[in-house]
């Protein structure tokens, strides 16, 4: 069973392009969690799907950022016209529904992130 | 609101000592969950346990062990004889139960930096 895959592992862009970062969860894992980790600081969340549905987005999530997930497996995440303040870890997680009384108790397994860099 | 605060930044020390990480953390909720993840060098963040907000009791899995005291809003992590291998930042965070409204993101800490030296 391999885990979460991103890519690409690295990214350097210069300000004002498009960048869009890609995540292969772990097969048959219905959730996908992305967040944004600045240095020094811990994770903090952007948006989560339920198979290909969107169902939360957080107040990070500027209309700059759009994510989607079209079959319910992998999803890609979009920065349009980025900005310095942009440049971030960007880190997808995965879980499975195993507890059906409350699926918020499942582990996040990550994967290895992308750094973006912008200049 | 929820928060997770561990307070200790960095920690150093040497290899063969016990070690604990703090986590204190904040919710309204009766129904939560509490992780704590190991983010080496390389960036990959780890899962090392969870612990639901029910279930008080400690854990130990070999040199790793919890401390969950719910009275004090607390769930510490103790390395024992650490390893220059266990140098990395540790995470500790925390996610709400479904009955809240939550969709299950993890809130987490800031870190702590350990470094185990030779």
């Known amino acids: 069973d391999t885990g979460v895959s991103q890519n690409p592992r690295h990214k350097i862009t210069k300000r004002g392009q498009n960048v869009t970062f890609r995540c292969d969860p772990i097969?048959?894992?219905?959730?996908l969690y992305w967040y944004r980790q600045t240095l020094g600081q811990g994770p903090e969340f952007l948006t989560y799907f339920q198979n290909e549905a969107q169902l939360e987005k957080s107040r990070l999530l500027s209309d700059r950022f759009s994510a989607e997930r079209p079959k319910g497996s992998f999803s890609t995440l979009e920065i349009q016209r980025t900005e310095q303040g942009d440049s971030a870890m960007y880190l997808c997680?995965?879980?499975?529904?195993?507890?059906?009384?409350?699926?918020?108790?499942?582990?996040?397994?990550f994967g290895p992130g992308t750094r973006l860099l912008v200049l | 609101a929820q928060k997770v605060t561990q307070a200790q930044t960095e920690i150093s020390v040497v290899e063969k000592e016990d070690v604990t990480l703090d986590c204190v953390y904040e919710?309204?909720?009766?129904?939560?969950?509490l992780f704590w993840y190991k983010q080496p060098p390389s960036g990959e963040l780890v899962f090392l346990i969870r612990?639901?907000?029910?279930?008080?009791q400690n854990e130990i899995s070999g040199r790793y062990s919890w401390n969950f005291q719910k009275s004090t809003s607390s769930f510490n992590f103790t390395i024992t004889a650490s390893q220059v291998v266990d140098s990395a930042v540790y995470f500790c965070a925390l996610s709400e139960g479904a009955n809240g409204g939550s969709q299950g993101n993890l809130i987490f800490g800031k870190g702590t930096k350990l470094s185990v030296k030779p």
């Open positions: 612990r639901n907000s029910f279930d008080e």
């Open positions: 997680a995965s879980s499975p529904s195993l507890y059906a009384e409350d699926s918020n108790q499942e582990t996040q397994y």
């Open positions: 919710t309204r909720d009766t129904t939560y969950y």
């Open positions: 097969s048959e894992h219905n959730r």
